[in-house]
């Protein structure tokens, strides 16, 4: 059989620290168990925080992968700057890939411009587009943006989203919470649902223990400090409703961890510490050391239909959750993981009052593991992600 060429376009691609990242290395690691294909991953050296380097190499070779590499400009979380970011990303992008004959493009994202780029470059080389998409990024900035923003812009972000969409043969959402606004405003898409799973390095044997607790509650958050994740809104205030029983200990960086501590500061709250981003190794750690895990999205419309790649992560490792989140990632938690206290988004009282809710201790989610282990998820996806290679037509 003659061998397949995927290019892959993703952002992050490990050793950065991003849920594109983890998600596109194991595609990669099960597409190259099949002996036909050969693999052009072009991304970004590490640059998912500011507070946090890796190492990685411009162009690495590994058999029948190639990683490129693309150096960006210091950048923080703010749109502007992630627009000059991207720009240098497309262009040296387009540089690499010039010239270079391929099967299928494949472009994973949670920015609108990678699933662009993706189908761009699909139409340049007359080959199917396969698109992974991990957010919804015009329901996102409707609801996040001034309105006098995204007056202007959003028109222009539709017009982007349905040149991406009509460009692809297939789409994977990773939220079936996604389906309903895609299927509403696009016909006859082919549609998948390969979600967001469990790393191998989550998933092994849980040591049972029931929760006999002195001194206060150590609560864990680990992952991003932006927006979406709200939690400059509501951890200062439940923190304070939880002074003297329970500690925050909060993992990360993003665009909101300043405004986070200028209201912990001004609402004078001592039981919350908060820390640079670390490696997963590291953060196994730190896992092993919590009482009670935190999740937390804003009470934001286009947020009821994600969910989040770190609830799997969490409910993998058996301990206790707390979780303000909405629409289907509540629904997911309360029929998916057991010993998992839900609250409305920002609802500080609720949240506080959930933590009563939980059983302290360590127990075993072998089900859940089984089902939704990553290396399965991927297995499936790889096999789909070929399928488009070898049965779809190029693109006219």
């Known amino acids: 059989m003659k061998v397949k060429r995927i290019a892959i376009l993703s952002f992050y691609y490990s050793p950065d620290l991003s849920a594109g990242s983890f998600r596109t290395?194991?595609?990669?690691?099960?597409?190259?168990?099949?002996?036909?294909?050969?693999?052009?991953?072009?991304?970004?050296?590490?640059?998912?925080?500011?507070?946090?380097?890796?190492?990685?190499?411009?162009?690495?070779?590994?058999?029948?992968?190639?990683?490129?590499?693309?150096?960006?400009?210091?950048?923080?979380s703010g749109m502007i700057d992630q627009a000059k970011s991207f720009s240098v990303f497309a262009s040296l992008a387009l540089k690499y890939l010039k010239g270079k004959e391929y099967d299928l493009i494949y472009a994973t994202s949670s920015r609108l411009l990678t699933a662009c780029l993706g189908a761009l470059i699909s139409r340049m080389k007359r080959v199917p587009l396969y698109l992974d998409i991990r957010d919804i990024f015009v329901d996102t900035i409707s609801?996040?943006?001034?309105?006098?923003?995204?007056?202007?812009?959003?028109?222009?972000?539709?017009?982007?989203?349905?040149?991406?969409?009509?460009?692809?043969?297939?789409?994977?959402?990773?939220?079936?919470?996604?389906?309903?606004?895609?299927?509403?405003?696009?016909?006859?898409?082919?549609?998948?649902?390969?979600?967001?799973?469990?790393?191998e390095l989550f998933i092994k044997d849980t040591v049972h223990s029931k929760g006999q607790k002195e001194g206060p509650v150590n609560i864990l958050y680990a992952?991003?400090?932006?927006?979406?994740?709200?939690?400059?809104?509501?951890?200062?205030?439940?923190?304070?409703?939880?002074?003297?029983?329970?500690?925050?200990?909060?993992?990360?960086?993003?665009?909101?961890?300043?405004?986070?501590?200028?209201?912990?500061s001004k609402h004078r709250v001592k039981n919350v510490e908060l820390l640079p981003p670390i490696s997963r190794e590291k953060l196994l750690v730190e896992y092993e050391e919590a009482d009670v895990l935190?999740?937390?999205?804003?009470?934001?419309?286009?947020?009821?239909?994600?969910?989040?790649?770190k609830l799997f992560e969490y409910a993998a490792l058996g301990k206790p959750i707390l979780a303000g989140v909405g629409?289907?990632?509540?629904?997911?938690?309360?029929?998916?993981?057991?010993?998992?206290?839900?609250?409305?988004?920002?609802?500080?009282?609720?949240?506080?009052?959930?933590?009563?809710?939980?059983?302290?201790?360590?127990?075993?989610?072998?089900?859940?593991?089984?089902?939704?282990?990553?290396?399965?998820?991927?297995?499936?996806?790889?096999?789909?992600?070929?399928?488009?290679?070898?049965s779809k037509g190029p693109i006219v």
């Open 25 to 76: 290395r194991a595609l990669v690691e099960c597409l190259l168990k099949m002996q036909d294909v050969k693999i052009d991953v072009i991304t970004t050296f590490p640059n998912r925080y500011a507070s946090y380097s890796a190492s990685g190499f411009e162009l690495e070779s590994h058999g029948r992968l190639t990683v490129k590499r693309i150096a960006l400009p210091y950048h923080k």
């Open 143 to 199: 609801d996040v943006l001034p309105r006098k923003v995204t007056f202007f812009m959003l028109p222009v972000f539709k017009m982007l989203e349905k040149f991406a969409v009509s460009s692809a043969v297939r789409i994977n959402l990773v939220s079936e919470g996604f389906g309903g606004y895609f299927k509403s405003r696009y016909d006859d898409l082919d549609l998948t649902f390969h979600t967001n799973g469990i790393d």
């Open 223 to 264: 992952g991003n400090m932006g927006e979406g994740q709200g939690l400059h809104i509501i951890v200062p205030a439940i923190a304070k409703k939880l002074e003297g029983r329970a500690v925050f200990r909060l993992i990360g960086d993003g665009g909101r961890k300043d405004l986070l501590k200028e209201h912990l």
């Open 294 to 309: 935190f999740l937390h999205l804003n009470d934001i419309p286009a947020f009821e239909k994600v969910l989040p790649s």
């Open 327 to 390: 629409g289907y990632a509540a629904e997911f938690l309360k029929s998916e993981v057991d010993n998992c206290s839900v609250f409305p988004p920002g609802n500080s009282e609720a949240g506080a009052k959930g933590l009563d809710a939980l059983t302290l201790g360590t127990f075993e989610r072998a089900e859940f593991k089984n089902k939704y282990s990553r290396d399965k998820i991927m297995s499936v996806m790889a096999k789909d992600v070929l399928e488009c290679a070898v």
